[in-house]
């Protein structure tokens, strides 16, 4: 039986319902969103580089999209990505009648909520004293207030039920806990956020004219970090999950808040503090119970006494010391149309998961109008003078105590004759303990008698002196304090090596070599490859394979990429490795594949040659990579993106003198030809409308709907598999043939 043709209907453009656009989607999306293109001649230029301001590559909220202005501070800003990613945590423990209040002036999320965004970066300038005794001060310094318990558990799957582009949910599916939504970790919702941000961006470059006039950008920003890169980057490393492993997101301090409300102040502080030490919302044994307890007094300043609201501030501080802080708030509302209103801030560091359901919220209601909730300029002031006080009188104060004591008590004896000795008995205790020892589990699951690790449940316990040495490096870290940091992780390598303690060992690994790299130090090829490229394998290996922690793994390799990046020269192709190696892992999904094949491109670019002639560069390969990250955008129907990588290797082409932008081998230009001519039939099926004065005539043009079999492949499949021009082939042309290219001749 043959089959029936396909039955078309046309239905005209201006039948089609319009649906105006998201004031508060749009800002959600402003961290990705491009300028206005050009794209009369794919050839005959190059897109402007988009990036963030010098002080923050990877901040949402400081990102400019004219790159003219624009000028990129490298080193600066992959410390400060480090800096704020790994900083100390404050739980906020709030009682009824507070977050009663919060709400009442707009916060559902409480308290907390309306702290977040003041911690990510204190105002003013915050002093640290080393372990040496130096102080040094820091003017980016930031906590992060979370939940009490948050982290823990699995991260929530909120994109189940959703499909390609939307964020529904299945009907009947339960409604997400808001606490389980700040527990990061997720890699297919962090490529899903960046598959939103994608589709925005699209969306928006189609609706401009691109009818104008070209822009060009400078040499030196040419490697500018993608922003869909930078937002990847920044949703892998927000809410860390809680981890028995390492101790960034354990809590350093716990913000116990009343009201002037409540009726029996004292008391309810108390049952706040049982609750978070012996009740319901204790942490896990693993989690050191001594962490900083600050007390804080919400005083209503629309309803309540003030001098009341003082003789209660004056007994909390004879009952529970002098970490206490009397913050003055209104209960009332404002409203953006009062004249002393302040926008609340957006928050930066907010996990996939939260920006996954905040999309999907806006997508539901459609709302119009940019709810963001406001403040008075009193109650900003007082915010910003509490968190101040907290951070430089009571967090970093405790923070140094707690180093110096546990680097007198622990460390330094680990550090002795004696401690060495230790260490090495652990190691062959085996072979003079006693038959019950030997065989397997001793006294609380520990694998012998001489270990702190228990083995079946898998972590030491917080009094443990492994343990406490972690903690100890931890707080150094977050402290900026390298070098303490560095001499911490590695002595405590070889313990949990002893131990097989397989996650402990590859996330001391994994923090030996990042301190490593952020200090001062230069070091050469030799012993990088010694120390820091061992390092990266040991921790990636133990991650993927002994560990099955997939995160873990590619935040290890990411940040040691971003790192040697930095270091310039040589180490510009260990970070290219690093990131073939992320490749190959096979975890990330595609979107994660064409951003880290970009990022490997610009590793490459990265390194510079030597002389005029520039020897020793490795414009060949960047040239490669980016044309790989094209197909891999290709496959994804993404054609903005994949233009610009192509404009890229095409550009590189032709700076290094290679007569008409002709491609040196004819592989390699069969390939790119067939890659340009999949990127205009796809732009023309997309947008290629005719246009009467830059506008699409309504009855020009219409929209034809066909009802036939459906081809079930999502993507159109990579081109660089076929006719004969497969990866290995393709890199095998590039060292076989010769070519006038002096600048690779090193390679």
């Not at 920003?221 to 809410?239: K, V």
């Not at 394979?545 to 260990?574: F, K, N």
Request: proline share 4%.
């Amino acid at each position: 039986m043959s089959p029936q043709p396909p039955v078309e209907e046309s239905v005209p453009v201006s039948t089609l319902p319009f649906r105006p656009p998201n004031p508060s989607m749009s800002s959600l999306f402003a961290s990705t969103s491009p300028a206005p293109r050009s794209r009369q001649s794919s050839h005959s230029r190059r897109a402007p580089a988009v990036g963030a301001s010098e002080s923050d590559l990877f901040s949402a909220s400081t990102y400019q999209t004219d790159s003219r202005s624009i000028k990129f501070s490298q080193l600066h800003d992959t410390r400060n990505l480090i800096s704020r990613t790994f900083v100390p945590h404050i739980a906020v423990h709030a009682s009824q009648d507070t977050d009663e209040i919060m709400r009442e002036k707009g916060f559902v999320g409480g308290l907390r909520e309306l702290l977040r965004p003041f911690g990510e970066t204190i105002s003013g300038k915050v002093t640290v004293r080393d372990s040496a005794g130096l102080g040094r001060t820091w003017e980016d310094f930031g906590v992060r207030f979370v939940g009490l318990r948050d982290g823990l558990g699995d991260p929530i799957e909120v994109s189940d039920g959703m499909n390609r582009g939307t964020d529904s949910l299945k009907e009947g599916q339960p409604p997400v806990n808001p606490a389980a939504l700040r527990t990061g970790g997720n890699l297919t919702q962090i490529e899903h956020v960046v598959d939103r941000h994608l589709e925005f961006a699209e969306t928006m470059e189609a609706a401009h004219d691109r009818d104008g006039e070209v822009s060009t950008a400078e040499n030196d920003q040419r490697s500018a970090l993608s922003p869909y890169y930078s937002l990847f980057m920044r949703r892998l490393l927000s809410g860390v999950p809680l981890s028995p492993h390492e101790t960034f997101s354990h809590p350093v301090a716990s913000v116990i808040a009343i009201s002037s409300r409540n009726l029996t102040p004292i008391d309810t502080l108390r049952q706040l503090y049982d609750s978070s030490s012996r009740g319901d919302l204790r942490l896990p044994s693993w989690v050191h119970g001594e962490y900083l307890r600050y007390y804080v007094l919400v005083h209503d300043e629309d309803r309540d006494d003030p001098q009341r609201s003082v003789a209660l501030f004056e007994a909390m501080k004879r009952h529970f010391g002098l970490h206490c802080h009397l913050l003055r708030l209104r209960s009332s509302q404002c409203l953006p149309t009062d004249d002393d209103s302040l926008g609340h801030q957006k928050c930066d560091w907010i996990t996939a998961a939260e920006e996954l359901a905040e999309l999907r919220r806006l997508d539901r209601d459609n709302d119009m109008e940019d709810a963001v909730p406001c403040l008075f300029e009193t109650d900003a002031a007082s915010i910003r003078s509490f968190v101040r006080e907290l951070v430089t009188q009571s967090v970093v104060p405790f923070m140094e105590r707690c180093i110096a004591t546990w680097n007198d008590q622990v460390a330094s004896r680990r550090r002795g004759l004696s401690g060495r000795f230790m260490s090495l008995s652990k190691k062959w205790t085996a072979f003079g303990s006693s038959s019950r020892n030997a065989t397997g589990i001793g006294a609380g699951g520990a694998s012998d008698s001489s270990s702190n690790y228990d083995s079946v449940q898998g972590y030491y316990r917080a009094d443990a002196p492994e343990a406490i040495m972690r903690r100890l490096a931890d707080f150094a870290f977050m402290l900026r304090d390298w070098k303490l940091a560095h001499e911490t992780y590695d002595m405590l390598r070889s313990d949990f090596n002893n131990d097989k303690a397989w996650k402990y060992h590859a996330g001391a690994n994994e923090m030996t070599a990042f301190s490593a790299l952020l200090g001062q130090n230069k070091t050469n090829a030799k012993t990088r490859s010694e120390t820091v490229d061992q390092m990266l394998d040991t921790a990636s290996y133990s991650y993927m394979t002994r560990c099955a922690a997939p995160y873990s793994a590619i935040r290890c390799l990411a940040l040691g990429l971003e790192l040697l990046t930095l270091r310039g020269g040589s180490a510009t192709d260990d970070a290219a490795r690093w990131g073939t190696r992320i490749l190959e892992s096979r975890i990330l999904g595609t979107t994660g594949h064409a951003l880290f094949s970009e990022r490997i491109a610009q590793c490459y670019a990265a390194r510079k040659g030597a002389g005029s002639e520039k020897w020793g560069s490795r414009s060949r390969k960047s040239s490669m990579w980016w044309v790989l990250a094209a197909d891999a955008w290709l496959s994804q129907d993404r054609w903005s993106q994949a233009e610009t990588c192509l404009d890229e290797a095409d550009w590189r082409y032709r700076t290094r003198g290679l007569a008409g932008g002709a491609l040196p081998f004819a592989e390699m230009e069969a390939f790119v030809l067939e890659l340009r001519q999949v990127l205009r039939q796809t732009m023309m099926s997309s947008q290629a409308m005719p246009r009467v004065n830059g506008k699409v005539p309504e009855d020009a043009v219409t929209i034809e709907e066909q009802r036939e079999p459906l081809d079930h492949r999502t993507h159109r499949k990579s081109l660089s598999g076929i006719n004969g021009i497969s990866f290995n082939a393709f890199e095998a042309g590039l060292v076989g043939q010769k070519h006038s290219m002096q600048d690779d001749s090193f390679q």
